[in-house]
């Protein structure tokens, strides 16, 4: 894929999401959901995750994708801060009250610049 000027943030974002998803999936993890969202609150910050996915030993893999069209300013893995982990995390949250017990989970994340993935397992934890 190749990025230019002209495509808009978002048409980045989204083809970066896809390349991300299909990266993932070549290494073996099943999607389970995609831009997984809690709503802002009187109480809360939303919160989102792009996509939710399942490792063959059952872990739970929330990651977040993120893609520059350049590798200037600190490049993309740089851009998910503290305050950005914890809205994701926040979304974990949220999404794991489903279950009774919890599976195994993992904050992952996969960085796109000018088109070069790179997958951050354990990017950050809960902490």
């Not at 989102?48 to 063959?56: H, Q, T, Y």
């Not at 739970?60 to 950005?84: C, Y």
Request: hydrophobic share 45%; proline share 3%; net charge positive.
């Amino acid at each position: 894929m190749e990025f230019t000027r002209r495509r808009t943030t978002k048409a980045i974002g989204d083809e970066g999401e896809a390349l991300a998803l299909a990266h993932l999936q070549r290494a073996g993890l099943v999607l389970v959901e995609r831009n997984y969202r809690v709503a802002r609150g009187p109480h809360a910050r939303g919160g989102e995750v792009d996509l939710i996915l399942r490792e063959r030993d059952g872990t739970l893999v929330f990651a977040e994708v993120r893609a520059r069209a350049g590798t200037g300013h600190g490049g993309a893995a740089a851009s998910v801060g503290a305050a950005k982990q914890r809205r994701i995390v926040l979304a974990a949250q949220h999404y794991l009250l489903r279950w009774a017990s919890p599976p195994p989970c993992r904050f992952d994340v996969v960085a796109i610049d000018a088109g070069r993935v790179e997958w951050l397992r354990g990017a950050f934890d809960l902490s």
